[in-house]
């Protein structure tokens, strides 16, 4: 119980942040005192190269969302990729039918 309210203050109890973290355990199955550790090291890391007036508090939620997208890359490289496809794309250009189901675009770009 300390260990996960120790992660939460850690976390500026963000509700994102704290969602990502929970997220981030389950995935791997890890006790709440092997996570702290991989936050602080992440954090502190992040911290070392952010750009001058970021702030602490946006820090929190970027090293949680880092955790995890470094987990992908690491599990699912194909994963990682479209992901940083789809971040060039606004979210309303994205067909979802598109990712789900691997399908290509007919020709003329109109999806039927």
Known sequence: ?????????SLE????????A???????QL?????LPRYRRNFNSLMAEKPEGY???AQTALTTWNMSFEAIQTEKPGAAKLLRLCSFLDKDDILDVLIHH?????EGGAYA
Do not use: H, N
């Open 13 to 20: 109890y963000l509700p994102l942040a704290i969602d990502q």
């Open 55 to 57: 702030s602490y508090y």
């Open 22 to 28: 929970g997220a981030y355990i389950a995935a791997r």
């Open 31 to 35: 006790l709440f005192s092997e996570y």
């Open 102 to 106: 691997g399908r290509k675009l007919p």
């Open 1 to 9: 119980m300390a260990d996960a309210q120790e992660i939460v203050r």
